[in-house]
């Protein structure tokens, strides 16, 4: 598997449709990622590598609003829901990191009703 | 310790089938009397056997992890494909309001082929003879994606397989299928979703088994899947060897299924444990 191509890097970001001008609204991301624990074994008996996402950051214009650490009993396709209040327009980051250099990170301008 | 297992799960599986269970579970009871009766026949979806959390996590788009494949499947409607260099929405144009409840009614009898096609069946046939692309496997990401898309478009319709003779024969094959004894447990479909719902098989509570959520995302897949898969599972699950990929048993029991659940809504794209 380790010379298969890296399939490209699938999110989802719920909830910036909400945000309204100094409201708390819930943001809810969903990353598509194995999250393979390091224990379990393929069909030749071989273990599987660990490969998860161990930090997500949230930042608003720079500032880190959210942030999470990642641990191996973390399910496949991570959900996080979190709460922002952003007082007016922006640039939304989220950045995923984790094993294997993984990395993936996406903007979102935001204009807060 | 990996080969006793299976014969262990296999025990316990014999050993809770024999039991005849003569009280659902209050709780599921509870559940069922909490949700809202569509059809008064007796007939439940799949959702309405899990426990709240996984019933949320289907019901919110924003949790639900299937979205990352209907996500994709919207951009693949979009993309161009095969030597034709066209793409879904060149024909079909905005899949919300062309597609709408047009994943309902699959299988159905394709003319061209003279038989009959599921909707990645159709997806594929649309590729090779419109887009001169190839087909995609069972099972391929891509495939998932857009099926679950169509889905989308027909969530909270009704399931409407087509009134057409030509597809009679397939359904009572499916039917016959679903009576049929199969494997080392010697087990017929209806054994388990006929006979007893609602008790439990192993951990899992044995649900009625209308497929009106496919494809589907399995908390034991941890991704997609289609109802080929998830009938294979099954075939696996009684210990019977599973007809191979192309087989016409599967779009028996699909078309089968289809007529079972007539009328019930289209959930996709379903959670399920």
């Given amino acids: ?113 | 310790m990996t080969r006793c297992l299976p014969v262990a799960r296999a025990l316990v599986l014999v050993l809770r089938l024999v039991q005849v269970q003569v009280l659902v579970s209050v709780l599921t009871l509870a559940a069922l009397a909490a949700l809202p009766a569509r059809a008064d026949d007796g007939r439940r979806s799949g959702l309405q056997f899990m426990g709240p959390a996984l019933q949320a996590l289907q019901r919110d788009d924003g949790q639900n992890p299937a979205m990352l494949w209907v996500q994709d499947g919207e951009q693949l409607w979009r993309t161009p494909a095969g030597t034709a260099g066209r793409h879904c929405a060149d024909c079909h144009g905005d899949a919300p309001r062309s597609m709408a409840g047009v994943a309902a009614r699959y299988p159905a009898w394709d003319a061209a082929s003279g038989g009959a096609l599921n909707l990645p069946g159709r997806i594929n046939a649309c590729r090779q003879r419109h887009q001169q692309a190839a087909a995609l496997p069972a099972e391929h990401a891509d495939l998932l994606a857009l099926s679950a898309y169509l889905g989308l478009q027909s969530r909270g319709q009704p399931l409407a397989p087509p009134d057409d003779v030509r597809l009679a024969p397939l359904r009572q094959q499916g039917e016959a299928l679903w009576q049929q004894r199969l494997g080392q447990l010697n087990l017929a479909c209806l054994h388990c979703h006929d006979q007893r719902p609602g008790q439990r098989l192993g951990g899992a509570v044995i649900p009625q088994g209308h497929a009106t959520g496919y494809p589907i995302y399995r908390l034991e897949w941890q991704g997609l899947g289609s109802l080929h898969r998830r009938l294979r599972g099954c075939v696996v699950g009684v210990r019977a060897e599973p007809w191979g990929t192309e087989a016409p048993e599967w779009l028996a029991l699909e078309a089968w299924l289809a007529q079972r659940a007539a009328g019930m809504a289209v959930e996709t794209p379903a959670v399920r444990p």
């Fill in chain 1, 1 to 113: 598997m380790a010379d298969t191509p890296a399939p490209r890097v699938r999110m989802l970001i719920h909830g910036l449709d909400g945000l309204r001008r100094g409201q708390p609204a819930e943001l809810r991301v969903t990353l598509a990622h194995p999250m393979d624990n390091g224990l379990r074994h393929d069909g030749f008996g071989n273990v599987v590598p660990r490969n998860i996402v161990t930090r997500f950051e949230c930042r608003l214009d720079g500032d880190l609003v959210f942030a999470a650490d990642l641990y191996s009993a973390i399910a496949a396709n991570p959900y996080l829901g979190f709460w922002l209040r952003a007082d007016g327009p922006g640039t939304l980051s989220f950045e995923w990191s984790g094993d294997w250099g993984f990395n993936h990170r996406e903007t979102r301008a935001i204009v807060p009703a």
